[in-house]
């Protein structure tokens, strides 16, 4: 049996082996193959091979690591992986509070300047009606002060005829008499 790597290097070869177990580890990435030939027999004999190919974790003997007496450190590196998993988590409740509290302060600012925009929209409105108002107010005293500075000047001079008439009228009597 030999295993070769995708770019020829052999990792493992055996010649005359009936039965066993070997492993390697890949530093190349790609396909490796493993060939099997069994020597040319007369008369020709029938080859069982059984092949079992693992990868990754399942690749890992997990009996012969609890016997090796590495289980107290990998016990130790997994409370540390479970306290980093909780705080990491703590930390998603803690953000996700953080950001249902930044939406309702959100929210509650959206309406309140809603109602300020209101508020300014009213103000202005009615500051312009006042405006107007007054405008009109001082256009219609203004109109009747011409009109009354009018009839005041009509009425002097009726009262100025008049006086004249009178007088004449007066003098007239005087010197008849």
């Known amino acids: 049996m030999q295993v ?5 290097v052999s990792y493992h070869y055996g010649d005359k082996v009936e039965k066993g177990t070997f492993a390697f580890t ?7 193959s493993a060939c ?13 091979v059984e092949f079992d190919w693992r990868s990754g974790v399942e690749a890992r003997d997990w009996s012969n690591v609890a016997k090796k007496g590495n289980i107290e450190a990998m016990e130790i590196e997994l409370r540390k992986l479970s306290v980093t998993v909780r705080n990491v988590h703590a930390e998603m409740y803690y953000l996700r509070d953080r950001e249902e509290e930044m939406q ?18 009213v103000v202005c409105v009615s500051v312009a009606g006042l405006q107007s108002w007054h405008l009109r107010c001082y ?3 203004a109109t009747d002060r011409e009109i009354a500075g009018i009839d005041k000047a009509r009425i002097r001079e009726r009262e100025s005829k008049d006086t004249d008439t009178r007088f004449t009228w007066f ?3 005087m010197c008849v008499s």
């Open 4 to 8: 070769t790597s995708p770019h020829g």
């Open 26 to 32: 890949a530093s190349e990435n790609g396909p490796y």
């Open 36 to 48: 099997f030939w069994s020597p040319l027999h007369k008369p020709p004999l029938t080859t069982i």
């Open 104 to 121: 309702e302060l959100n929210l509650s600012t959206n309406s309140e300047m809603a109602i300020m925009g209101f508020l300014s929209l």
């Open 139 to 141: 256009k219609r005293a």
């Open 171 to 173: 003098t007239n009597t």
